[in-house]
T-cell receptor
Framework: QKEVEQNSGPLSVPEGAIASLNCTYS??????FFWYRQYSGKSPELIMS????GDKEDGRFTAQLNKASQYVSLLIRDSQPSDSATYLC????????????FGSGTRLSIRP | DGGITQSPKYLFRKEGQNVTLSCEQN?????MYWYRQDPGQGLRLIYY???????QKGDIAEGYSVSREKKESFPLTVTSAQKNPTAFYLC???????????FGQGTRLTVV
């Protein structure tokens, strides 16, 4: 079992719709969870971090965490073509000296 | 201007050579990380360090070495033992307060 799992996609969503990205993790000792966006050939940039169960909203983005199910998701409302990128889920495993592990990423394509 | 700097941006290595990738940060972060990214893939952890003079192997440490003699610096050496080193290498430092991992611009290494 991979430590952090994501569907590789591509996920195609029409402009203006909601894009839903999902991630599961294996280490129950994980403390902090992150969503990064990466454009082709560029470095990842942080969209959201979350560490408490429930929802966290920032503009068009909402992160959801369920530690009991070991599941974290990202919703993007009113999707724009500029949202087309690869989205990386990352998890901080405190049980392993703050090791930060990334998933393989989901490619998101917003079609006009 | 605080940030994390990787150099060089592009690096070419001949078969059998060791090369060193530089990573410097002035964000005063204790934790630093090295990741490798292959085309269409996520980030895989090579080495990480929580404090000066201490570091841990990640999931793909074979063929790589690091040092952490200063808080600001975490260089990565790709040795001749790494049989397939062509990849995009990303260095990150970690702010536990945010929390957030900040990335450098990356080094693209090619074996010629």
């Amino acid at each position: 079992q991979k430590e952090v799992e994501q569907n590789s996609g591509p996920l195609s969503v029409p402009e203006g719709a909601i894009a839903s990205l999902n991630c599961t993790y294996s280490d129950r000792g994980s403390q902090s969870f992150f969503w990064y966006r990466q454009y082709s050939g560029k470095s990842p940039e942080l969209i959201m971090s979350i560490y408490s169960n429930g929802d966290k909203e920032d503009g068009r983005f909402t992160a959801q965490l369920n530690k009991a199910s070991q599941y974290v998701s990202l919703l993007i409302r009113d999707s724009q073509p500029s949202d087309s990128a690869t989205y990386l889920c990352a998890v901080e495993q405190r049980s392993s000296a703050s090791k930060i592990i990334f998933g393989s990423g989901t490619r998101l394509s917003i079609r006009p | 201007d605080g940030g994390i700097t990787q150099s060089p941006k592009y690096l070419f290595r001949k078969e059998g050579q060791n090369v060193t990738l530089s990573c410097e940060q002035n964000l005063n972060h204790d934790a630093m990380y090295w990741y490798r990214q292959d085309p269409g893939q996520g980030l895989r952890l090579i080495y990480y360090s929580q404090i000066v003079n201490d570091f841990q192997k990640g999931d793909i440490a074979e063929g790589y070495s690091v040092s952490r003699e200063k808080k600001e610096s975490f260089p990565l050496t790709v040795t001749s033992a790494q049989k397939n080193p062509t990849a995009f290498y990303l260095c990150a430092s970690y702010d536990r307060v945010g929390p957030e991992a900040f990335f450098g611009q990356g080094t693209r290494l090619t074996v010629v």
